[in-house]
């Protein structure tokens, strides 16, 4: 059980990332389902949570994003099987753009030293794109809400990648903060 404990915690930080984006993003914005949201939080705390962590943390981030979808949202408009595939993909997404931006040889997410915010910037606009679209083919297949193509796109687009960048930039921006008032407090002990 020793050997698992970091695995363990490492999802319930990647759950709780993505449950207070959720919950942020819900009182700070509107979200509608089929029209998505301009400021689309939990998309940054995904990706950040597969940066620091890697891949293990996918199972706390899926099940994150379905215990959201229904019990923060209600955004399946009552079809399960939908809304599951749907927030698989929205998990999955920022593990497909981070192994396509690695084939490509652009950047090693494996070592974060070397990654700069532009690396970031662009894995933010490739995972919109991918959440996007295969947001947009789940929910048109499913015939469970009318979607307009152009609206629904663009809305998931532009609050994927807003959403993104305020999530990550506030973290890098707060967490050196943190950490500095934290270091007198503890040099004092």
């Known amino acids: 059980m020793e050997q698992h404990k970091p695995l363990i915690i490492n999802n319930l930080i990647a759950f709780l990332a993505i449950f207070l984006a959720s ?16 400021l689309y939080l939990p998309i940054g705390a995904k990706i950040l949570v597969f940066l620091l962590f890697g891949r293990q943390v996918l199972p706390g981030v899926m099940a994150s994003c379905i ?5 923060l949202f209600s955004s399946w408009g009552g079809n399960f099987a939908w809304g599951a ?30 990654i ?15 959440h996007a679209l295969s947001r ?13 193509p152009i609206d629904f796109l663009t809305h ?7 959403g993104g960048i305020v999530v990550i930039w506030t973290v890098l ?13 503890l040099n004092k002990v």
Request: aromatic fraction near 16%; proline fraction near 3%; charged fraction near 15%.
């Open 23 to 38: 919950v942020a993003m819900k009182y700070l914005s509107n979200f509608d389902v089929e029209v998505g949201s301009y």
């Open 156 to 162: 998931y687009l532009v609050g994927d990648m807003i």
């Open 67 to 71: 215990f959201c979808g229904v019990v």
């Open 136 to 148: 947009f083919v789940i929910y048109a297949k499913s015939e469970v809400f009318s979607i307009s």
């Open 85 to 114: 595939v749907g927030a698989l993909m929205g998990a999955l997404a920022p593990l497909i753009s981070m192994w396509f931006i690695q084939k490509l040889k652009i950047v090693d997410f494996s070592d974060l030293k070397n």
């Open 173 to 185: 921006k707060l967490l050196p903060l943190f950490a500095s008032m934290l270091t007198p407090s």
């Open 116 to 130: 700069n915010f532009r690396h970031v910037l662009f894995l933010i606009f490739v995972t919109a794109i991918i």
